[in-house]
């Protein structure tokens, strides 16, 4: 249940209302001058706040709040002990604040507040800009879901340990990899798959490996090789994920990014093995937004930017260009984009969508060279 007004402006300047059970107060400006507002007859709940607690575990509302420098995390007061939680409540803070600052590398993201193109989704230069995570039994559907904020249905009024952790927490970075997905890896079919790409990209970097893809790798090519030329569509989001894994290690090996920066590598990427391959992933972003940053060497046109191309086509060019390579021939096999219909009277899949002639034709104008590694025979992960 919620409730709405307006308060200010040609609305009255006071409100009162009545939330038996307590809840969340959020305040949208009006595009006025800054306001301050204040809230009387409420009680107070715990807060974490600028490395301290502001209000005790002991406050008497039963829900309390973490606010780090770049997130708001919600949950039953309890909780907030932070039981077995290695560096209690202020690692745990650190912690949300290390997962917003890998968002802000994976999307290549690197500008402050008064930036554009580039601007991160949260930091210290945009304090009232934060990801939140909500954990109410009171979810509006399914376990958990996107959007302001995340919400989590996981609720242990009497746990005095946190549900959530937030450098190991595949929920934590579905749902707000939903949040973050971008072009040009949101393709048809790939709601629940692009924004497993930043999920994957935490579990290389905190974990040590793709652990959610080490046992579909393995078969990987001889589900294409069985598929060839419709497997996205034949596959599910754990096939198509797969798709990105095996691109992720080809660049691993294959893929230099310093071959696009004359100086110093931007701070957002890493050469760290077993974690560099997404540096092509972090190209293509920078290079969607971007038609030319002023930093990055480009080789002739950008190739990223929108070409009147489909998003699949647009895809398959993007990354050719950003690798240098023509990998016409891996994304033709998993065909990213299409999708499979079943008629009435006919057991057969057909398959529609996906790669088109004109995408493959574009590549193939750059004359670029084939992969010295075939991407499509990778059945394992680097750690």
Same mark, same amino acid.
């Given at each position: 249940? #919620?409730?709405?007004?307006?308060?200010g402006g040609?609305q009255?300047?006071t409100?009162?209302?009545t939330?038996p059970?307590g809840g969340?107060?959020?305040a949208?400006?009006?595009n006025?001058?800054?306001?301050?507002?204040s809230?009387?007859?409420?009680?107070?709940?715990?807060?974490?706040k600028?490395?301290q607690?502001?209000n005790?575990l002991? *406050?008497?509302a039963?829900?309390g709040?973490?606010v780090s420098?770049t997130?708001v995390?919600?949950?039953?007061k309890a909780?907030l002990n932070?039981s077995?939680?290695?560096?209690?409540?202020?690692?745990?803070a650190?912690?949300?604040?290390?997962?917003?600052?890998?968002?802000n590398?994976?999307?290549?993201r690197?500008e402050?507040?008064d930036?554009?193109?580039n601007?991160?989704?949260t930091g210290? *230069?945009?304090?009232?800009?934060?990801?939140?995570?909500?954990?109410?039994?009171?979810?509006s559907i399914?376990?958990?879901? *996107?959007?302001y904020?995340v919400?989590n249905?996981s609720f242990?009024?009497?746990s005095?340990?946190?549900?959530?952790a937030?450098?190991n927490?595949w929920l934590?970075?579905?749902?707000?990899g939903?949040?973050a997905?971008?072009?040009?890896f949101n393709?048809?079919?790939?709601?629940?798959?692009?924004?497993?790409?930043l999920?994957?990209y935490?579990?290389d970097?905190?974990?040590?490996?793709m652990?959610?893809?080490e046992?579909?790798?393995?078969i990987?090519?001889d589900?294409?090789k069985?598929e060839?030329?419709?497997?996205w569509?034949?596959?599910?989001?754990?096939?198509?994920?797969?798709?990105?894994?095996?691109?992720?290690?080809?660049?691993?090996s294959?893929?230099?990014?310093?071959?696009?920066?004359?100086?110093?590598l931007? *701070?957002y990427?890493?050469v760290?093995s077993?974690?560099?391959g997404?540096?092509?992933f972090k190209?293509?972003?920078?290079?969607t937004r971007?038609?030319?940053?002023?930093?990055?060497?480009l080789?002739?046109?950008?190739l990223?930017?929108? #070409?009147?191309l489909g998003?699949?086509d647009?895809?398959?060019?993007?990354?050719?260009y950003?690798?240098?390579t023509?990998?016409?021939?891996?994304?033709?096999?998993w065909?990213?984009g299409s999708?499979?219909?079943?008629?009435?009277?006919?057991?057969?899949?057909?398959?529609?969508?996906?790669? #088109?002639?004109?995408?493959?034709s574009?590549?193939?104008?750059?004359?670029?060279?084939?992969?010295?590694?075939?991407?499509l025979l990778?059945?394992e992960?680097?750690?």
């Amino acid at each position: 249940m #919620t409730k709405s007004f307006v308060i200010g402006g040609d609305q009255p300047k006071t409100q009162s209302f009545t939330v038996p059970y307590g809840g969340l107060i959020y305040a949208q400006g009006g595009n006025s001058e800054q306001v301050t507002l204040s809230f009387s007859g409420t009680v107070n709940a715990p807060l974490y706040k600028n490395g301290q607690w502001q209000n005790g575990l002991n *406050s008497p509302a039963p829900i309390g709040e973490v606010v780090s420098n770049t997130f708001v995390f919600t949950a039953p007061k309890a909780n907030l002990n932070a039981s077995g939680y290695n560096g209690g409540i202020a690692q745990f803070a650190d912690d949300l604040d290390t997962f917003s600052q890998d968002i802000n590398d994976f999307y290549a993201r690197d500008e402050n507040v008064d930036g554009k193109r580039n601007r991160k989704a949260t930091g210290e *230069s945009n304090p009232n800009n934060r990801h939140h995570f909500v954990n109410d039994i009171a979810i509006s559907i399914g376990a958990a879901h *996107s959007g302001y904020p995340v919400m989590n249905s996981s609720f242990n009024a009497r746990s005095q340990s946190l549900n959530t952790a937030p450098l190991n927490s595949w929920l934590l970075w579905h749902e707000v990899g939903h949040n973050a997905a971008e072009a040009p890896f949101n393709v048809d079919g790939a709601t629940e798959v692009v924004n497993n790409l930043l999920a994957l990209y935490m579990q290389d970097r905190h974990l040590g490996k793709m652990a959610r893809v080490e046992q579909d790798i393995r078969i990987a090519p001889d589900f294409v090789k069985m598929e060839h030329g419709h497997a996205w569509g034949a596959g599910g989001a754990g096939e198509r994920l797969v798709m990105f894994a095996q691109l992720k290690e080809w660049a691993e090996s294959e893929f230099d990014i310093a071959d696009w920066y004359p100086n110093e590598l931007p *701070s957002y990427y890493k050469v760290e093995s077993g974690v560099k391959g997404w540096n092509l992933f972090k190209l293509m972003h920078r290079f969607t937004r971007n038609a030319d940053d002023g930093v990055i060497n480009l080789k002739g046109e950008n190739l990223c930017q929108a #070409t009147g191309l489909g998003k699949s086509d647009q895809l398959m060019l993007c990354a050719s260009y950003a690798a240098q390579t023509d990998l016409t021939e891996f994304f033709e096999a998993w065909n990213p984009g299409s999708k499979a219909f079943v008629y009435p009277g006919d057991p057969k899949p057909h398959y529609e969508g996906g790669i #088109t002639e004109a995408g493959k034709s574009r590549v193939r104008a750059q004359q670029y060279p084939k992969p010295v590694r075939n991407p499509l025979l990778i059945n394992e992960i680097s750690q």
